[in-house]
């Protein structure tokens, strides 16, 4: 029998599937900070647990009384939490979303993070290769099942920012998804980490821009010789 706790605790928690990569890792850790049940997600138990640990360390760090963070192998992941994060490089996305197929739950909400960088085939990082769906997002969307959402988002920020408490965030976060609510949940998950403002820049296949910022960004870095650009939308009246 499912007992109303294990309801309450799926909804709350966030499983990061790739929580052992660099934006897994960012983006978990700072979530932790602000108290949002996490679990690591890992094609290996082990390392799953011990980037829990690491994440749940460096979460005290940064002020984090009790961090709820588990580590836990991907499938297992992805089944004990309604927003699962999507984090792993554009080349293993579809091996990855094969093997979680089973495992995502109706009314999830899938996060798409992948950025199909021409770098995943020996290319270089400031550019990206032609998904036949039109996006890695709408990729995404065609492997998981029908009653699972995704939301394509958080392509634009820094793990290596995230990875460290002391940089203040200050920058948009664009979203694209073809469901509201869902939009509106990752959108206020996004919020939790201080100084990113979510953008609804519409339907999923919106997901086609937002994934070309990416190396637009990385060519910027270079250029400027500067670690962490980010974007911001001007003109819009919400903080
Ligand atoms: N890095 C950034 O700043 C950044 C920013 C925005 C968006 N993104 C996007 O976020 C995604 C993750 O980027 P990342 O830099 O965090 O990647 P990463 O550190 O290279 O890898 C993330 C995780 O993916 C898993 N993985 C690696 N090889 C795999 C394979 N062969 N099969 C299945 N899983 C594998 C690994 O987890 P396990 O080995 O533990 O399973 C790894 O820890 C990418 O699509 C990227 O474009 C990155």
């Known amino acids: 029998m499912v007992r109303h706790e294990d309801i309450a605790r799926a909804r709350a928690?966030?499983?990061?599937?790739?929580?052992?990569?660099?934006?897994?890792?960012?983006?978990?850790?700072?979530w932790a900070i602000a108290g949002t049940p996490i679990i690591i997600g890992?094609?290996?138990a082990g390392r799953a647990t011990e980037a829990a640990a690491?994440?749940?360390?460096?979460?005290?760090?940064?002020?984090?009384?009790?961090?709820?963070?588990?580590?836990?192998?991907?499938?297992?992941?992805?089944?004990?939490?309604?927003?699962?994060?999507l984090a792993v490089p554009f080349r293993n996305q579809?091996?990855?979303?094969?093997?979680?197929?089973?495992?995502?739950?109706?009314?999830?909400?899938?996060?798409?993070?992948?950025?199909?960088?021409?770098?995943a085939i020996g290319g270089r990082a400031t550019r990206t290769l032609g998904v036949w769906q039109g996006s890695a997002a709408q990729q995404a969307e065609e492997m998981v099942p029908r009653a699972v959402t995704v939301v394509s988002a958080l392509h634009t920020v820094?793990?290596?920012?995230?990875?460290?408490?002391?940089?203040?965030m200050d920058e948009d976060v664009l979203v694209a998804g073809d469901d509201r609510k869902s939009k509106d949940d990752v959108s206020d998950l996004i919020r939790r980490i201080p100084g990113l403002r979510p953008v609804d820049c519409g339907d999923l296949e919106r997901a086609r821009i937002?994934?070309?910022?990416?190396?637009?960004?990385?060519?910027?870095n270079a250029r400027h010789k500067i670690k962490h650009s980010g974007i911001r939308i001007t003109g819009l009246d919400s903080p």
Do not use: H, K, M
Not at 13 to 28: D, E, M, P, Y
Not at 57 to 67: H, K, M, N, T, V
Not at 158 to 168: G, R, V
């Open 13 to 30: 928690t966030v499983a990061v599937i790739g929580g052992s990569g660099a934006l897994g890792f960012g983006l978990s850790l700072r």
């Open 158 to 168: 820094s793990a290596a920012a995230l990875s460290d408490p002391s940089i203040e």
């Open 54 to 85: 690491r994440v749940a360390e460096r979460a005290r760090e940064g002020g984090a009384s009790d961090p709820r963070v588990d580590g836990l192998q991907n499938e297992e992941a992805a089944s004990g939490a309604n927003t699962v994060v």
């Open 42 to 44: 890992s094609r290996d």
């Open 94 to 119: 579809s091996e990855t979303l094969a093997n979680l197929r089973g495992a995502l739950q109706p009314q999830t909400v899938l996060v798409d993070t992948t950025v199909p960088l021409a770098a």
């Open 210 to 220: 937002l994934e070309q910022i990416t190396p637009l960004l990385i060519s910027i």
